[in-house]
């Protein structure tokens, strides 16, 4: 295939003035005849955000986790673009918030007299901002951790049969950058397949040695198991072993882990299912039938039918919420 060298422009520049290349300072990329390297482009919204908090992102620390975060989540932003983007967000949250707290005061005020109402009408409107643009800033800047986590979760869940197709390529005597390349070609293979796809980009696109590309993507994904298996691709690789016997062990041996991995999953819904019998259906009746006899042989009653009413509309049906959400996570990873 017919490719054409995008060098940088301090290279064009030392080749017009006739100097020595410096060959640390050259970063080739290979590109497909009449075409040009694209980049991620920015939304409207993160320009404005770069654009407007970038000085002052500027002026704090480096963010390298965050930079090493973002890049196992594939969250096409550098560090400092992603907090300006965070800032931006805060304040829009926060002055949204500030309005809604302003009329939720008022909405208070209105409803009744005293001095009780007038405090609980200003810490209303001072708690749903305040707490609100705190929570957004906490939640966004864990957004590219959580989303590293996820994929490793997924790479975990998908790399046996991911390493029976790379044993059975390698069975039929396939290089190993056919094998990558034919990996990220398989998207049944989720998250897998997008780090096979970064090495081939490395190899094909920014002239990498496939050994060297191994290596980047081991320190670059967010899954141990699959950085194991690419360090263990590289050692084997470079001490002179052969990589067929070893691609069929790890096929063996990640069958083997994901089927442990499937029961104790299934252990522990079973446990779950019969801790919402319990918890969520049981104690909550049995609390419900003593405070209505409470109610009714004892005093206080109008007091322990808000008990009641909180019970009911709240209590179970966040319990229940709960359960569910962490049901659904664990379904999914069986």
Known sequence: M???????PARAARARSGDAPDVTEVRTVRVKRGEQPSRAPLTPFQQWAWTRFKDRVKMGPAEAILEENLLKAHMRLRA????????????????????????????????GTGIGTLIFAVLAAVALPVGGTGLTNVLLKATPSSNAKRRGVDIDRRIGAAMSFVSAMASADVNIDQIFRDLAQEKIYGAVAEEAAWITRDTELLGIDILSAIRIGANRTPSKRFQDFLQGVVTTATSGGQLKPYFLIKAEQYQRENKLDVMRRTETMGLLAETFVTVVVAFPLFLVIVIAIFAIIGGGGGSLLLILWGIIGAMIPA???????????????V
């Open 80 to 111: 400092e673009e992603y907090l300006a983007w965070v800032m931006a967000v805060t304040f829009v949250t926060a002055a949204a918030l500030a309005v809604a707290g302003v009329v939720l005061g008022v909405l208070i005020y209105l409803s």
């Open 319 to 333: 319990f229940q919420f709960v359960f569910i959400l962490y049901m659904q996570g664990l379904a999914s990873e």
């Open 2 to 8: 017919p490719a054409t060298d995008v060098a940088s």
